[in-house]
Structure formats: C-alpha cells, structure tokens
C-alpha cells in the first residue's frame, strides 16, 4: 500500500489521489472517514457520498436489501465521486468501478476515543440538528445503535476486518490502495494535494 512519504521509483499516494476521479475511503469507525473524504472532496472538486446517510433511514432502521444495492450500484455508475464507507457487504461492488482506495489504519484505542467523543458531542447537539438516522419518527434522538457491541466492533476492527478488506483489494491489483496511519499522514496528504496548481489548499 501506498504511504504519504512514499517516493523513489513508484507513484505515490500524492500522485495517484490527484488522477483519481472515483475513490472508496475506508477505515475503522472513529477513523476520521468522513471528515477526511469531505476534505478530499473539497481539494479534489469531486461529489462525496457517505455511505451511513444512505443505509439508514430513521432510527438506525437499515434499508431492504434489494433497494440498498441498487443505491450502490447507481452511485458507482456514476463518472466521478468519493464514497465514505465500509459496510463489507457491498465493497464487492464498489471496487471494480473505483480508482483508488484510501485506508484509514488509525489505532484502534484512537478510534474507539473518537467514537465516544462523538458519541458525547452529539449528546449535546440539539435533535433537529442530528444527522436523520439518530432521529426517531417522533423527533426524538437515537444516539446509537448498540454502542457496546460497536465499541468491541471498532477495537477488533485491524484485526478481524482488515484483513477481509486488504484479500478485496489484492483481487483488483489494478486499484491503487493509499494507506494512512495518522492524523498526520491525512493533513500531509491533503495539503500536497491543495498545494498542487489548480487545487484549493484550504478544508
């Protein structure tokens, strides 16, 4: 996987990022995904889909299979985008259409404390104002959908998804997959990227 300091005789992570026009951004819950792809949307001018607002309708309620599938294959028909998101069971069908992929490898203990701080801001953050899927019909809020389990989730994530996700990507050696293992390996990449003629430097 390609690295921000990656240089020498390969592309690096700057280069391929720069030329992609449809990009999956992954990683651990807590990883920072969705700040990050909505960055990368702003630099590269490119639409971001996160994935979340489509699966969920209200109170954490999935969609049916059928019409969720049919959303994500739609979405990557589409010529460019940047797509936020894990939900495995449709990474098969998104890696064919993509580019690039972009891993956030963050520690797990990191996630898991970006979660709860989540958790806690949202907490705070008056229902109207909640993304819809934290909403019940009547208006009221729905933090989480069984935040223990999900916590377990995110510190087992390295070490029991990745791996499915990595044997994914191997199945299309054409995709170039970006890892990053930092807060400090995004804003480096994002900052080459903005810093590079035509693009807005500023997220």
């Known amino acids: 996987m390609l690295t921000p300091r990656d240089t020498a005789t390969g592309p690096t992570a700057h280069s391929v990022l720069a030329d992609a026009r449809r990009i999956l951004v992954i ?64 990474l098969g069908r998104r890696l ?29 953050t008056p229902p109207e104002a909640l993304p819809h899927y934290m909403r019940r019909d009547d208006g009221g809020r729905v933090l989480a ?17 990745l791996p499915g996700m990595a044997a994914a990507f191997k199945a299309h050696p054409d995709i170039a997959v970006v890892e990053l293992r930092t807060r400090g390996d995004m804003k480096m990449l994002l900052a080459e990227l903005g810093n590079s003629p035509g693009r807005d430097a500023t997220c």
């Open 96 to 124: 064919p259409h993509a580019d690039a992929v972009v891993v956030l490898n963050r520690a797990p203990i990191l996630c898991l404390a970006s979660y709860l701080r989540r958790l806690l801001r949202y907490a705070l």
């Open 27 to 90: 990683g651990c819950p807590g990883s920072g995904k969705t700040t990050f792809a909505a960055c990368l949307s702003a630099v590269l001018t490119l639409p971001v889909h996160h994935l979340d607002d489509l699966y969920f309708s209200v109170a954490w309620r999935p969609r049916p299979t059928p019409e969720w599938h049919r959303t994500v294959d739609t979405l990557c028909a589409a010529a460019e985008w940047i797509v936020d998101g894990n939900h495995a069971d449709t």
């Open 145 to 161: 959908d069984r935040p223990l389990a999900f916590s377990r989730f995110i510190l087992s994530f390295r070490r029991r998804s």
